[in-house]
Each structure stands twice: as structure tokens, then as C-alpha cells.
């Protein structure tokens, strides 16, 4: 019967973590709100069944990380509110949905470390069911590829019941045949599922190259079809991630492991671009001529014009920022994450705020002697910190499901592990 409940518990969570990753538009409501709720269900449930609301000790080190910007940030608010009234609806809206994406962050992170405790489920266990989520959604790829009725299908979701007027358009307008991409079964096929993926992607090659497992390392490379079809920003991620996992495992077996793969990655490329569209063809050379013509110094063309160009407009008080998106002060649109957060925070509070993410990866790394825990911190900080570059996605909800949620619960079975020895 307990194994039973564990395998019921098990399937549970896979579908719970695809939806909390990719939050696909089954529902004209967005589907953060449902997760959000079966969290705060399943916390208050294992409160109420252990008489008390248990955060682990050494997950307080986390949040106290971020108390400082949490406090900067909710004072200057109100101050802003107090002197300038007239523009308090956009600093009550930007302090509301900058709180609710931490808070959201903390309580799933509760809830899937509470379930991994209560069931049993060890990390060996969190990682299959990561690669399960991945499986699921290359499956709903290649059907996108191979099958344009389910391509369709998959997006009039997203068109029809899109949180984001601006994701649905993308979406429509990659239908319409602006580009050939859009792959998949998420409320955001673009930048974001990029970045999504390029960490479970890495994390999946890491345990694989920890525990030596082949069928593991050609499977990470298999997904990348997932970003390469969809946000060539994850591509880029990807790469870096491998890197960093190979610098990592620098044997001479780790070695030609990752020199093999690259062999066959770039094989299976050269084959996979002859049978993708000529738009996605298109779409993906322009990115690569772009980035060498950056490396080259000989301009900043197409996406980099805009990160290393027309992004860097900048809030009229550096120091303390505007309290606010730029599109709201009439500054027009800006992607670049950095450039944002100076609007939002300021510099005082965006180095508050990233400070806290450094601590979160500090505990982590101060907390295990294991090589696969400390090569998952570093990986997972570096690509959140490169992707700033282009994106902001300090409200990424899938993003931070992963970036807060995996060093959580490294930590939490850590520490019981630990007690268990001791008790011992």
C-alpha cells in the first residue's frame, strides 16, 4: 500500500511540476493562480496534520537573504507613495506583483520540499521526475513539429486564454508566419521557455555525468531541440551550463564524453536543419551571424543592438530607481533585465535584491560537500545571471519554481540526511 501511494504521489508531482514549470493556458485563468492555491492547500494540510507550520532551519538562511531588499523595497515604495501621489497606482501595482512572485516562490518551495519529505522522495527521485516533465514536453515539441494541427492547437491556447495580451500576439504572429517557432505546450514558448529549459537541461547532463550515466548525457542533448525550435537565448544558456559541468568533471573520461557529444550534437544539427522549415533556418543562422559579429567587434546587430543599445535607457535617479516598469514613466519598452531592475529597484536595491540570490547559492554550496550540489549552485546562478542580460525574469514563475525550488530542497534533504546520521 505505501509503495502504491508513493507511485501515486509520484505521478502527482510530475503533473504538478510541468504545470508549475510551464504553466500551459488550459483555462482562461492563468495557471500560477491554481498552483499557487494547491500549495498553500498542501502546506496548511501538513500544518495542520503536524500541529505546526514548519519552515526547515536551514532555509531560513534563504529567506533572511532577501529581507534586506524586501524591506528597502516595501519602505521606499511607501515613500514614493507619500510624495508622489499622483503615481502611487504604479508603485502599489509594481511592490503587489514583485512581493506576490517571491511569496508565490516561497510557498511552492514549501510545498514541494514538504512532499518530498512526508513521501519519501529523494533527490535521485526529483530528478526523474524532472526528466519525465522534460519528456513530456519534447513529446509535445516534436508533435508541434510534425504534426501542424497540434502546433496550432497548442498556441489559439495560448492566444485564447494568455494572462499576457503580448504573448498572445507573439503567438499569432508566429501562426501568421512572422517566425517559425512556438514548439510546445507552454503559456510562453519564447525567451522564457528558453531559459527554462537550458536549467533543466543542465541539470539533467549534470546528474548524468555525476552518476556516469550515458542514456542520461544523450538525453540532455536530445533536448535541446526544446530551446533550439523555440528561444535561441536557450541555446546560448545550454552551452554555458555545459561548460561549467565540464569544467566541473575535468577527468579524462569527462573529457571525451563531452568531446563525443559535441561531435554528435553539431552532426545531429547539420542533419536537423536540412528538415526544419527555411524560416527557422533563417531565424537561427541570423542569431549565430549576430553573435559572431559581436564577438568580431564589427557591430552590434539585431538582438544585441537592442541589449547593448536601445535597452539602456536609464530611470532619471540611478541610485534609487523610479519605483516602476519604464513603459509606465512613458519610457517605452525595455527587455534587458539589469537595465529594469534599476528602474523598478534602483541600484540600492537591485544590488539588495541580487545579493540575495547570492546568499541562496552560498547556503547551498556551504551546506553539501557533494560535487553534483555544488556544480547544479553554480550552474543554475549563472545562467539566471547571463539571462538577465536579456530578459527580466525576476517574476518568472517556472523560472523561479526552478531557481529557488532545486537549492531549497537540496538543502532540506540534505539537513535530514545529516540528522538521521547523527541520530545514528
Known amino acids: 500500500m505505501n509503495m502504491i501511494r508513493k507511485r501515486f504521489t509520484i505521478l502527482f508531482f510530475i503533473i504538478f511540476m510541468f504545470c508549475a514549470i510551464f504553466t500551459p493556458d488550459f483555462f482562461s ?105 522534460m519528456i513530456i514536453q519534447l513529446a509535445c515539441v516534436v508533435l508541434a513539429l510534425t504534426v501542424p494541427s497540434v502546433r496550432q492547437y497548442f498556441n489559439m491556447l495560448i492566444i485564447n486564454n494568455s494572462y499576457s495580451d503580448r504573448l498572445a500576439e507573439f ?62 537565448t536557450g541555446i546560448v544558456l545550454v552551452l554555458i551550463g555545459f561548460f561549467i559541468v565540464g569544467v566541473f568533471y575535468n577527468d579524462i573520461r569527462a573529457v571525451l564524453k563531452i568531446s563525443g557529444i559535441v561531435i554528435l550534437s553539431v552532426v545531429a544539427l547539420v542533419l536537423l536543419l536540412n528538415q526544419l522549415p527555411d524560416l527557422m533556418v533563417k531565424w537561427l543562422t541570423s542569431g549565430l551571424e549576430e553573435t559572431l559579429s559581436l564577438f568580431n567587434r564589427s557591430g552590434k546587430t539585431g538582438v544585441y543592438s537592442e541589449i547593448f543599445g536601445s535597452d539602456l535607457s536609464f530611470p532619471p535617479s540611478v541610485l534609487l530607481g523610479a519605483g516602476g516598469a519604464p513603459s509606465a514613466f512613458s519610457h517605452g519598452g525595455v527587455d534587458n533585465g539589469y537595465i529594469n531592475c534599476l528602474w523598478y529597484f534602483g541600484l540600492i536595491g537591485t544590488i539588495l535584491l541580487f545579493a540575495g540570490y547570492i546568499n541562496m547559492f552560498h547556503v547551498l554550496r556551504k551546506n553539501t560537500q557533494s560535487k553534483l550540489y555544488k556544480v ?24 523561479n519554481v526552478i531557481i529557488f525550488g532545486v537549492p531549497t530542497l537540496i538543502i532540506a534533504l540534505q539537513q535530514s540526511r545529516d540528522n538521521v546520521e547523527e541520530l545514528k
Not at 78 to 102: E, P, Q, W
Not at 176 to 198: H, K, M, P, V
Not at 377 to 396: H, P
Request: net charge positive; glycine share 6%.
Open 29 to 133: 485563468f492563468s495557471m500560477r493562480y491554481l498552483i499557487v492555491i494547491i500549495s498553500i492547500i498542501g502546506v496548511a494540510w501538513g500544518s495542520v496534520s503536524t500541529g505546526k507550520l514548519r519552515i526547515d532551519k536551514c532555509n531560513y538562511s534563504i529567506i533572511k537573504g532577501f529581507l534586506p531588499f524586501m524591506l528597502y523595497f516595501v519602505f521606499s515604495q511607501f515613500l514614493r507613495c507619500v510624495f508622489d501621489s499622483s503615481n502611487s497606482s504604479i508603485y502599489i501595482s509594481t511592490l503587489g506583483h514583485t512581493l506576490l512572485a517571491f511569496f508565490g516562490a516561497l510557498l511552492i518551495c514549501m510545498f514541494i520540499v514538504q512532499t518530498c519529505k512526508k513521501k519519501d522522495i529523494s533527490f535521485d527521485n526529483f530528478i526523474y521526475i524532472i526528466l519525465v516533465v
Open 376 to 399: 547544479i549552485s553554480v550552474v543554475l546562478i549563472t545562467i539566471f545571471f547571463v539571462y538577465q542580460l536579456k530578459i527580466y525574469s525576476i517574476d518568472n514563475f517556472g523560472g
Open 171 to 232: 503567438a499569432r504572429a508566429s501562426l501568421s508566419g512572422w517566425a517559425d517557432r512556438s514548439y510546445g505546450l507552454s503559456n510562453n514558448l519564447f525567451d522564457s521557455f528558453g531559459y527554462i529549459t537550458s536549467m533543466l537541461i543542465v541539470l539533467i547532463f549534470a546528474y548524468g555525468m555525476e552518476k556516469s550515466n550515458n542514456k542520461l548525457i544523450i538525453l540532455s542533448v536530445i533536448f535541446v531541440l526544446m530551446p533550439l525550435v523555440n528561444a535561441r
